[in-house]
């Protein structure tokens, strides 16, 4: 626009103009002691600055409206605006501040200048509103920060910030940098209104930018904060889950981490994104609509391939399919027929490629449990014909090498949650109490749930009937000093405390499944 342009030019003239060499060097020290001098924020400070800067709005829409077509006419007073904006700065350092701000009426003014003609000053606000929303600011003045938050919501920030976004241009270094600031500025919304992060799907066309944003591929800064942004508003809203899932969200996702299913992310920045893009791809992937949108876009073959790669996205993929097969059949069955198992089981059996980021123990142990899951899925999954011979010949072949492995594992984590265990019950002795639910949330976090999917899948293995691995099973637990009571037991915890978050009859579907089990050991 030349308008916007003219005033740009504006812009960089009241910036650029150098001081004459013949100034008095005095002077200038004087004005700098006065411009160092601090101002006392508070409220009448604060209503010199809104008075000042209402004063230069009003300046500038009249000039605008008297010289439409003529940018020099205004350019002026477009540069005061922006000194003003740039001044407003100065109330971050009071946060206490914000009710008197909302209260002076001037948040419809700033947030509608989101929308000037002039980008340099919708940039401004973007600024501003990221420097007063500032996690560091905000910190220890939550009531002020939700009064501040609730006017610029109310006001349409949301709205403007987003639409303002879509008229940005990454090459433009300025815009570029308030692409960020505005993304900045949502993520602190939400921060301390989380409900923000279903209004701006509702109301914005955010989420379609955002999935363009990871669509490119050239990587950047504004590429990587978008799939965090994405990330944050995917991770507790099933809502925005299923909504990112009918605008094709899924194929662009696995779109995105296909780019680096044979190759490594070049810098700890480009590691970061893969990352919040598996973290997205797991969000979506919680609602049974969406886990079908990935068995139909190949995402299962996908991650196989990721995995075969043995890339640093190997435990991404992982962790995907564990997602998409958990109460999924159908993606079981699909990995079944690709020749999951293969790839799957040389994992459990150890062979995880390492690097110099995975290498921690942790890393390991995470691996260890997300492949436990998938398994128990694979079994929970597949209840009857050639697939289920298929999985339950991998427990046979190579003498049953499996069977040890699980046991191995069972062992270990028997134990580490019997520790706990003891732990816990000295914790109560020393009269620290703990209610049951807290003390089975411990039990759940040292390993217990990994105990008890073990355990699952050695119900699943005895109830195949299969004299070898029956006798493999017997023959370890014996070698440990242990019986099968042991594992029916820990069934038993894992049958009382199942709940009814899936509704009344699955419940009782998964209860009486683990009581045949019981029964049968």
Known sequence: MEVANATKRKFDDAVSNGVATDVDLSLLEAIE??????????????????????????????????????????????????????????????????????????????????????????????????????????????????????????????????????????????????????????????????????????????????????????????????????????????????????????????????????KDPKSSDEEEMLENLFDCLCCLLMPLENKERFVKAEGVELMIIIMKQKKLAYGSAIRALDFAMTKYPPACERFVDVLGLKTAFAAFMGKIPLSKKNKKERYQEDMEERLVSLIASLFGGILRGSRRERLLSKFVENECEKIDRLMELYIRYSNRVRAETERLNQVEFDDLEMDEDEIYNRKLESGLYTLQLIAVILGHIWCSEHPQMRGRIELLLKQNKLSKKHIKDILQEYHDNIGDLDGPEEKERAQTKIQKFIMAL
Not at 57 to 82: C, G, M
């Open 33 to 262: 002691k006065s411009q160092n001098t601090v101002e006392v924020l508070d409220l009448r400070t604060l209503k010199k600055h809104v008075l000042s800067f209402e004063r230069r709005l009003k300046e500038n829409i009249e000039a605008r409206l008297k010289y439409p077509n003529q940018p020099d006419r205004f350019a002026d007073s477009e540069v005061e605006l922006h000194d003003e904006l740039q001044k407003l700065k100065v109330l971050a350092g009071a946060p206490e501040l914000y009710p008197d701000l909302v209260s002076l009426n001037v948040v419809p003014s700033i947030v509608d200048l989101l929308n000037h003609d002039n980008t340099d000053i919708a940039i401004d606000v973007v600024q501003l509103l990221q420097d007063l929303t500032d996690e560091d600011v905000l910190d220890d003045n939550d009531d002020s920060a939700r009064v501040l938050v609730d006017a610029l919501v109310d006001n349409s920030a949301l709205e403007l910030l987003v639409q303002n976004l879509h008229r940005l241009n990454d090459s433009d270094s300025d815009e570029n940098a308030a692409v960020y600031g505005t993304l900045a500025t949502v993520e602190n919304l939400i921060e301390v209104k989380p409900a923000v992060a279903e209004l701006v799907c509702e109301k914005t066309k955010l989420l379609k930018w955002l999935l363009g944003k990871i669509k490119v591929r050239e990587f950047d800064s504004n590429k990587q904060y978008a799939s965090e942004i994405l990330a944050i508003l995917l991770q507790s809203s099933t809502v925005n889950q299923k909504k990112l899932g009918q605008m094709n969200g899924v194929d662009v996702v696995l779109q995105a981490v296909a780019m680096y299913k044979s």
